[in-house]
């Protein structure tokens, strides 16, 4: 009998053994097991023993690219070995993304993964319940591996009331507004780009691609990418939510951004330079990005937020490896902004929260995934040569210029044409740069809720014209503000000056 019961024993244990081996060793499902790297052919040493398969929603920003379902059958394949899921990607172009997400908001769209950022109704949405708080998820094996990964100021300034409802993209932490443009047509017309240093020296370059260059759009403008990348204006939160202050200043004065003379000197300018033809007329309805507008060919210049290499990185989105270049016109700032400037958030209609955290997690862990995802399959979207990627013919069949919003883009490889030390230059990008005193402060709409979903249709009612100059601002700004005033403007303007006082109070 005893012996019988050593043999039993030692049997169990022998197959106990190899079934945790064949398990990948990681029950949890975190999809990294020691691994976070992901292996040189694509597998990861996480594996997803122990986990139901389901099948996870996201939706970001971008164009539908080409060869999207041959490199979703990629994704979908580690995803499966991984945390044994799958993943549908859901793209709307840029100039439809927040009308198309407050109806899936407003539906109670089932969805597991949301973009969103500052500028994209961060506050605003979450003051309608639509992202969950983060608060256990972070706690998890997932959630502490993103923790331990980002610089403590990214959740921490992308805090609301105390909590997260999104994981901010690990990225450069500060901000310089300015322009990118086209060398080749500047040679070929033999400009002077150096005399260039705010915007104020923009209109003689302008007026000479107009008149030499009747085909080519001198300026692409379109609400949020105008001449506000030039202001340094720190919205405390949301940038949807009236109330602003200067990054580069240290006034802790909350005020509408009317109430700045730079506001009413930029809404001019746009207007003089819409009038010249020097601006797209479309430019209030046009759903293109600025990246897309590029890969069109027929633009000269953009107003851009910058960052080192950021025309390097646009040039090998949009197909025009070393002919763009940028010029900084703005202070380096760092600001709540920054860190709350690209994240993804769960949707509070998810049936997978913890699912989806774990995808969140490969995206800022796995490299072959984040890469997988942001360029395509190596061998036909790109080639590689160690961390140096170069274009193939199939390049722009899948090219989502999205390495910004999705992880950790420190995993990124760099293109050829990119400087090889990218990454420490965006480590030395974030020393010096003044910082906002409202970094850490996010605003919570949740007292004025109903004031601001009033304000913000007034701001989709005017903003866009008055911004890409369409229209005279001494017409139609007093009537903006007439109108924003009847909608709560200064109950939320003192709402949002109370909370801040007391942040810095408390700081």
């Not at 190899?18 to 597998?43: F, H, I, K, P, R």
């Not at 139901?52 to 939706?59: K, N, R, S, T």
């Not at 970001?60 to 059958?73: L, S």
């Not at 030390?421 to 919570?444: D, I, M």
Request: proline share 4%.
């Amino acid at each position: 009998m005893k012996k019988s019961m050593l043999s039993l024993f030692i049997l169990v244990l022998a197959m106990s053994m190899v079934l945790a081996a064949c398990g990948g060793g990681n029950s949890t499902g975190s999809g990294n097991g020691g691994n976070t790297q992901g292996s040189e052919d694509g597998t990861n040493g996480g594996g997803s023993s122990g986990l139901d398969f389901v099948e996870l929603a996201m939706v970001m920003p971008g164009n539908k690219q080409k060869d999207h379902d041959e490199v979703m059958g990629k994704i979908n394949e580690h995803l499966k070995e991984t945390i044994n899921a799958s993943l549908d990607l859901q793209l709307i172009e840029w100039g439809q993304w927040d009308e198309k997400v407050n109806l899936m908001i407003a539906s109670r769209e089932p969805m597991d993964i949301f973009f969103t950022a500052q500028w994209s109704n961060y506050s605003v949405n979450v003051s309608k319940g639509a992202f969950m708080d983060l608060g256990e998820l972070l706690q998890t094996d997932a959630g502490q591996e993103i923790v331990n990964s980002l610089d403590p100021a990214f959740l921490e300034g992308s805090k609301i009331n105390g909590k997260n409802y999104a994981v901010p993209t690990n990225k450069e932490l500060a901000f310089q507004g300015g322009i990118v443009y086209r060398t080749d047509i500047a040679e070929d017309l033999g400009l002077d780009m150096s005399t260039v240093q705010t915007v104020d020296d923009l209109e003689p370059i302008l007026k000479t691609v107009k008149e030499q260059m009747p085909e080519i759009i001198p300026l692409f403008v379109r609400e949020g990418d105008g001449m506000t990348h030039l202001a340094n204006y720190d919205f405390l939160g949301d940038g949807n939510v009236p109330g602003v202050i200067l990054k580069d200043q240290d006034d802790t004065t909350v005020k509408p951004q009317h109430e700045f003379d730079i506001y009413n000197k930029h809404l001019k300018l746009a207007r003089e330079f819409f009038l010249a033809g020097y601006i797209n007329q479309d430019a209030t309805t046009t759903t293109l990005s600025t990246q897309d507008a590029l890969k069109a060919g027929n633009v000269f210049m953009t107003f851009q937020p910058l960052k080192p290499g950021k025309d390097a990185e646009l040039a090998s989105a949009t197909g025009l490896t070393g002919k763009l270049k940028q010029i900084e016109m703005t202070e380096r700032t760092i600001a709540t902004s920054e860190t709350a400037g690209s994240m993804l958030a769960i949707s509070s209609t998810s049936e997978n929260p913890e699912r989806a955290m774990m995808f969140i997690n490969l995206l800022h862990t796995d490299k072959y995934l984040n890469n997988l995802l942001n360029f395509g399959i190596e061998g036909k979207h790109y080639s590689r040569d160690g961390e140096v990627i170069s274009p193939t013919e199939s390049t722009n069949d899948y090219n989502l210029g999205a390495a910004w919003m999705l992880g950790n883009q420190f995993l990124n490889y760099v293109w050829d044409s990119e400087d090889p030390q990218k990454w420490e230059e965006f480590k030395k990008f974030n020393e010096g740069a003044k910082v906002s005193p409202g970094l850490g402060f996010t605003f919570n709409s949740e007292p004025v809720k109903n004031e601001i979903a009033a304000l913000v249709n007034v701001k989709k009612e005017y903003n866009p014209a008055l911004e890409t100059g369409a229209v005279d601002p001494d017409e139609v700004l007093p009537r903006y503000i007439d109108k924003l005033k009847a909608s709560g403007l200064d109950k939320v303007i003192e709402e949002k000056q109370r909370q801040f006082d007391e942040f810095l109070a408390n700081k």
